[in-house]
């Protein structure tokens, strides 16, 4: 009958929207999980190459310590021989003792680096808080390398600015600061290093500065990362340990350079 074919006809309709919309919302679901599906894949490819990175990294690390241990210790191994021949005279053989000693040195250093960082990352420095006199702590610092930058034939000089201040903070992390940035200087300067204490702006600041060939300024950005090699000798933690003490005394480091002139390396610290 004619009402029959009318209640059918919107009875299709009513289904044929109830299919719509169900269809839509399959539509929106499925679109959605392909979308959280493309999220967690993304995150999935990005923490795969991370630990790729990370790996990369901890290889370069220790391809580093395996290259850095082994050099001095060929150097050792060739003077020693050296000293145990019979024919060898009084002078050779100091000359040959001391370039062992410097070896030795190197040695030591990179194993109190590869010790001190291992701290640092770990969180197993303790701060010890103490008043220093600046003026003291630069002479004293001086006084410690005068003789070793002499022996290497190049001029130390101590710019005070006749700073009369004192600042509580932690000596040892202080002193390991300025000796990693010496040791840094002493390897690429030609002539000479400025040890400087200043105040600017409620802050002291204390720098070294070498007279080497400078870092590129693409570089700058990238001198106190860790593994950081373009300029820096050994495995690349002597600055990158600058950084985490200065941090952890509640200061920042900075570097500036010109190529062929010179490269300060400091740390600034709220008085």
């Known amino acids: 009958s004619t009402s029959l074919v009318v209640f059918i006809f919107f009875e299709s309709i009513i289904l044929a929207k109830i299919f719509a919309e169900y269809s839509r919302e399959n539509i929106r679901l499925i679109t959605s999980m392909e979308t959280i599906v493309n999220e967690r894949t993304a995150e ?45 005279k009084i002078e050779s053989l100091k000359e040959y003792i001391k370039n062992i000693q410097i070896r030795t040195s190197q040695i030591e250093k990179l194993i109190n680096d590869l010790f001190f960082h291992t701290q ?22 001086y006084n410690t390398y005068k003789p070793i930058t002499a022996q290497n034939e190049i001029e130390l000089i101590l710019q005070d600015n006749n700073i009369e201040s004192k600042i509580i903070t932690d000596k040892n992390f202080l002193f390991r600061i300025i000796d990693n940035l010496m040791q840094n200087a002493i390897y690429h300067t030609h002539t000479k290093i400025i040890l400087e204490s200043k105040i600017e702006n409620n802050y002291i600041i204390l720098s070294v500065t070498d007279d080497g060939i400078g870092i590129l300024e693409e570089d700058l950005p990238y001198v106190f990362d860790r593994l950081y090699k373009k300029r820096a000798e050994g495995t690349g933690l002597g600055l990158s340990i600058v950084k985490e003490l200065a941090l952890a005394l509640g200061g920042e480091v900075f570097v500036n350079s010109k190529q062929n002139e010179k490269t300060v390396f400091g740390i600034k610290l709220k008085i």
């Open 44 to 88: 999935l490819l990005k923490a795969n190459e991370n630990l790729k990175l990370t790996e990369k990294t901890k290889n370069e690390f220790i391809s580093n310590i395996f290259h850095d241990l082994r050099t001095p210790l060929t150097v050792i191994r060739g003077y020693t021989e050296l000293i145990m021949s019979e024919d060898e």
């Open 120 to 141: 640092l990352t770990e969180k197993q420095m303790n701060i010890e808080l103490i008043e220093i006199d600046i003026k003291e702590f630069l002479k004293s610092n």
